[in-house]
């Protein structure tokens, strides 16, 4: 991509958008060193995690397959490169998702939010390096709990180093719990809806994936974690790293469970993690999570502005580009702010007045001022969707009309809609004439019906495809036009409903985990594995239960989990044994910490080391390989774990979306 010359796109929309603002222009490009390239980042296997050169197409003008407003988006995320943000402040900006940072100390450099994998983390370390000086790694710090700000950490920082207290690893308080567990539950099903957020089946080009607004894809390399040392526990708190002076401010529960911002006064520098950036970000993210809470997030800005404005001449985050000057700064967080206060104030005004989500969501539209604002469209996140999750935050699923009470499910309700309307035959007539008249949101409605009643009918699938390709070419929303185009794609059978390889867990914002087959999409890198309690893999084994099929059984499985020792009792101490008991009654599975209650005997006692269970459970190995190994003591049935493990559900990585699941 050029990072110099390049002109704002032919403006090709009744929006107000303001083509007359190219300030972020300049800022995209400011401080520009050097670029890698190519832009081409492979695995030891040779194997190509990134490829921001496969972009290049945006260089071009706008086509009639994009909005001109994410064109625009995708052109100046897409820039890539080695960038000075202020002297002593470096990024490395368009190798993944989210931007590294490099903050220069006495004797090495700090680095910030090490990206998603360890092959591109190497690589924006090695082009800094490159031309910075080979200044060692003094310290790391994770601005929040996201996989695409900490899973890249083994690329630039090797663990020996920060066990034996040589490099601290910083990071919010809770920032462990949640980097662990967020999704952990529900991550199958995250996983397979990330891959229409980010359009990870689709071709990149200007029919195809174009970005997310956010960032433009997501890195498919080696994902890991090493635990933080150093917990930032409370606004206020201060730590001088390498000669570096920074001030902290713990913002957990907005854009992240656990994040915070930083500020470095002797720089003058404001760094806010992922709570501003040059887009409207997700409440509710497209890929499922829980509800983020828009009040939170704008009080939280506020008291940014209290605690740094007066001291701030730049401001930049872990996505897009810096914003200079102290007014400048300024400005962009009360705009900010004031996006998430409007967003949140205006959806319980009109929930209060009587107006469902989707009516909200049709009504809602910020002011002017903040709607000409480049930084508060909608690339990432929508008022659309957003207005929506504050609706359900507030007051759930049932928009309290009784006739929504108890809706048949999709396919019983498709096949009723289509008898009503005449057949399939007279709805596809109907709907090819709406097509026609442009009405495309109703076709995609009315379709769906006929798909998921016929779902082999090839009129239909076509139709429908249609529809959601015209809708994604339309779309200002990169995860809106992505998972319109790869519904259109799936019903093409372009993807058959499955998705490249590679997939990684789906904290934060990407769906993709280990380099495998299939079947390997959704399990979870073996550093974050490591680092859950054995009560969340006990939880995580609950949620996959077969509840009708264990509804008869009776289980009680002992496990005997022993542990070495960790921190600084690592080298002399012993190995620990923590005990679980499982209890499986009337389909439902209860981790306990120790024994059985009332001494109730268990079926099956099963003595193994942690890292034993750990490879189980990534599938590097199994329970039988490692009883006949001797690595794993079974006593009493061995039918009650062979039992067990045939009550456990192995979820569908592919399942379909656009289709009924089992027509």
């Not at 529900?186 to 891959?195: C, Y």
């Not at 090839?458 to 992505?482: I, K, T, V, Y």
């Amino acid at each position: 991509m050029s990072t110099a010359d390049d002109s704002e796109p032919t403006a090709r929309t009744d929006q107000p958008l303001a083509w007359d603002d190219t300030q972020d222009l300049a800022d995209a490009d400011r401080g520009f060193l050097a670029r890698l390239d190519p832009c081409v980042i492979k695995d030891a296997d040779g194997r190509v995690v990134w490829d921001n050169d496969a972009y290049a197409f945006l260089a071009g003008d706008c086509p009639p397959t994009a909005h001109p407003s994410l064109w625009r988006q995708s052109r100046l995320v897409a820039r890539q490169g080695l960038y000075e943000v202020v002297p002593g402040v470096y990024q490395v900006r368009g190798l993944d998702l989210s931007h590294i940072t490099f903050v220069e100390g006495d004797r090495g450099v700090l680095v910030v939010d090490p990206l998603i994998s360890a092959e591109v983390a190497a690589a924006a370390l090695a082009l800094y390096r490159e031309h910075r000086g080979g200044r060692p790694v003094t310290a790391v710090l994770y601005t929040h709990s996201h996989i695409d700000h900490f899973g890249g950490v083994r690329g630039v920082v090797d663990e020996a180093d920060v066990a034996g207290g040589r490099i601290p690893v910083i990071a919010p308080a809770g920032f462990l719990a949640h980097a662990v567990s967020e999704n952990v539950f529900t991550g199958p099903a995250m996983s397979r809806r990330a891959d229409y957020m980010y359009g990870t089946t689709l071709p990149k080009g200007p029919a195809g994936q174009i970005g997310c607004g956010l960032g433009q894809t997501t890195s498919r390399g080696s994902v890991g974690l090493i635990a933080p040392t150093l917990d930032i526990t409370e606004t206020g708190q201060q730590e001088v790293i390498d000669g570096i002076r920074l001030v902290f401010q713990l913002t957990p529960g907005t854009e992240a469970p656990a994040e915070m911002n930083f500020h470095l006064p002797d720089l003058r520098v404001l760094c806010v993690a992922e709570n501003a950036c040059h887009t409207l970000h997700n409440v509710l993210t497209l890929r499922g999570a829980l509800v983020r809470d828009p009040s939170a997030w704008a009080r939280y800005l506020t008291e940014t502005l209290r605690l740094f404005a007066d001291t701030t001449d730049t401001v930049f985050a872990s996505h897009h580009w810096p914003t200079w000057g102290q007014e400048r700064a300024v400005r962009f967080l009360e705009e900010q702010r004031d996006a998430y206060t409007y967003l949140h104030d205006q959806s319980v005004r009109l929930i209060n007045a009587g107006l469902t989500g989707s009516e909200i969501a049709e009504e809602l539209r910020f002011p002017p001022a903040l709607e000409r604002a480049w930084h508060t469209r909608g690339y990432y996140g929508t008022l659309s969707h957003n207005a929506k999750a504050v609706y359900q935050r507030y007051m759930g699923w049932f928009d309290g009309n009784p006739a929504h009470l108890w809706q048949h499910p999709p396919v019983a309700a498709a096949r009723r809609y289509v008898e009503f309307m005449g057949g399939a035959d007279a709805v596809l007539a109907k709907a090819r004439t709406a097509y026609e008249a442009g009405d495309l949101r109703w076709v995609a409605e009315v379709v769906h019906h006929v798909i998921f009643a016929e779902p082999d009918n090839a009129e239909a699938r076509a139709l429908q495809a249609d529809a959601l390709e015209r809708l994604g070419h339309a779309a200002e929303s990169g995860p809106w036009r992505n998972f319109y185009l790869t519904g259109a794609a799936e019903l093409r059978d372009q993807t058959a409903g499955g998705s490249a390889p590679g997939g990684r867990i789906p904290g934060g914002h990407s769906a993709e985990a280990a380099p495998a087959a299939q079947e390997g999409r959704t399990r979870i890198p073996p550093d974050l594995l490591a680092a859950l309690t054995p009560e969340q893999i006990f939880q995580s084994m609950a949620v996959r239960i077969n509840g009708p099929r264990a509804g008869d059984q009776r289980l009680l499985l002992r496990w005997d989990l022993t542990a070495p020792p960790t921190g600084t009792d690592a080298a002399g101490g012993s190995a620990t044994t923590e005990t679980w008991t499982l209890l499986l009654s009337h389909g439902a599975l209860t981790p306990m910490p120790g024994d059985a209650p009332r001494g109730e005997k268990p079926h099956a006692t099963l003595r193994l080391a942690r890292s034993t269970l750990n490879a189980v459970l990534s599938g590097a190995t199994t329970f039988p390989d490692e009883i006949a190994a001797g690595t794993v003591t079974l006593d009493g049935d061995p039918q009650a774990l062979l039992t067990f493990s045939t009550l456990l559900d192995r979820p569908d990585p592919a399942f379909a979306i656009v289709t009924p699941e089992n027509p």
